[in-house]
């Protein structure tokens, strides 16, 4: 298995370009299930959790091609042959869940396996399964899999989340556009993801408002059309990339996003000594003192500090001046990363859902591995300002949300290579 090689050197300098939103993209795909006519997406960013939507999507008989070096995809569901979300796709990625929705308004049943816990935490879908239920759908759970169908179709119906979860309010609302009659989703998740999709279900003809709210009302309609649609900056690349010049020193421009997509993350970094500032082609970062001051971080869903950079900044925390406390609130067991970071000499004790971090001057390189995507990151930030050298395992972990990652770093001076196994 391939590693990754970072040794840890000076101030980094230069540009990094910020891809499409994975977390968008994941969601957006399916959404071709709920047309007869094409859909196509640009801006998408080349990962590994990108090509196991292609495949699951084709596995139902839906045409899905990557064009123009990976960054269009184009989709129709014109034809679709199956409505079985196998076990051995939805195994590798939990988003696979998102063709339950679309299924069952498109073709009135669904077979969709379960995916089962994942190294943050255990996952269930019961408030996708609570909400589908009230808009008509009967489900039951057999041999591993959510067997769906709606014999009198979807109806429109009031449905609140008992929490507000991104993957259950994706699925609701599109299963809601084509339901008969008017839904009100209330304690709806607000993240930039979901206010991409409802934008290009608009554009496919959805009748929807309140996206960005806690209150999205959907009138269903007949049928949707096709569309393009750009893809969403990813704005927990962005705030992993942010923190490259934050840990490491120096000066980096991140080329696309804006401040409104991570305001609390941003504020989180003015606190540490962060300088950021929004320019006409994204955001501008850099260290103000040699090193930055511990700040507290608490995880809540958007606009709140996300779940996905909490790994990263106790990166950087490992080596701020203090000691920060990062309480997780959203998964129960994200902080895998947290004695990884330790065996390059950081300061970490993790009780519960909260990690205290004592800074100390310098990490030490060590050799590494992560059990999942978002720690295996924050061990190649880790490492471009540790003495030495990183040597990071598991990186299959960083192909399924991190395109080129070595190619955006080396490209703002940092030591860091792919080493094929
Ligand atoms: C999405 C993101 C993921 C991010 C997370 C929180 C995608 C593909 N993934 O995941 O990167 O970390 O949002 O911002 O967009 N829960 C339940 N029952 C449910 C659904 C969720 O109890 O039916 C719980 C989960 O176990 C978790 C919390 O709610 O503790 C948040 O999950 P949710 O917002 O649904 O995250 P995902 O959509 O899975």
């Known amino acids: 298995m391939d590693s990754i090689v970072v040794t840890g050197g000076g101030p980094l300098a230069g540009e990094i370009p910020i891809a499409g939103a994975k977390n968008a993209c994941l969601a957006l795909m399916p959404a071709t299930l709920l047309s007869e006519e094409p859909l196509t997406l640009t801006n998408t960013p080349r990962l590994s959790d990108i090509k196991t939507m292609t495949t699951l ?116 609302v599109m299963a809601a556009t084509l339901a008969k009659g008017t839904t009100v989703l209330t304690n709806a998740a607000r993240e930039p993801e979901i206010v991409d999709l409802v934008t290009c279900l608009k554009q496919m003809g959805a009748q929807i408002e309140g996206e960005g709210t806690h209150r999205i009302e959907i009138q269903g309609v007949d049928r949707l059309h096709g569309a393009t649609h750009q893809v969403v900056a990813d704005r927990i690349e962005l705030g992993t990339y942010m923190l490259a010049p934050a840990i490491a020193g120096g000066e980096v421009e991140c080329l696309g996003g804006t401040i409104d997509l991570l305001s609390a993350f941003v504020e989180r970094l003015d606190a540490a000594g962060i300088a950021v500032e929004e320019t006409a082609r994204g955001l501008k970062v850099a260290r103000k003192a040699d090193r930055v001051r511990a700040v507290d971080v608490t995880t809540e869903p958007f606009p709140g500090f996300p779940t996905d950079l909490q790994a990263q900044i106790m990166a950087m925390l490992c080596t701020a001046e203090g000691t920060s406390e990062l309480n997780e609130t959203i998964f129960e067991n994200r902080f895998m990363h947290a004695p990884e970071l330790t065996r390059m000499g950081a300061q970490i004790e993790v009780h519960g859902g909260t990690a205290r971090v004592t800074g100390v001057e310098r990490l030490k390189g060590a050799p590494v591995m992560a059990t999942d995507l978002r720690a295996s990151v924050s061990l190649i930030l880790a490492g471009l300002a540790a003495e030495g050298e990183t040597v990071v395992n598991r990186v299959y972990h960083l192909d399924r949300g991190y395109e080129h990652v070595v190619r955006k770093l080396s490209g703002v001076g940092a030591q860091i290579e792919r080493v094929k196994a």
């Open 57 to 172: 999507l084709q596995s139902l008989g839906a045409e899905a091609s990557a064009l123009q070096d990976g960054q269009v995809i184009a989709m129709s569901s014109h034809d679709l042959s199956s409505t079985r979300a196998d076990y051995d796709i939805v195994r590798k990625m939990r988003a696979s869940n998102l063709v339950l929705g679309p299924l069952i308004a498109r073709c009135g049943h669904a077979e969709v396996s379960l995916p089962g816990g994942c190294a943050i935490g255990a996952r269930p879908m019961d408030l996708h399964i609570h909400g589908l239920e009230l808009l008509g759908a009967e489900i039951d759970l057999r041999d591993g899999y959510l067997h769906a169908k709606a014999p009198n179709g979807l109806k429109g119906a009031e449905i609140e989340l008992a929490f507000a979860s991104v993957g259950a309010t994706e699925n609701i």
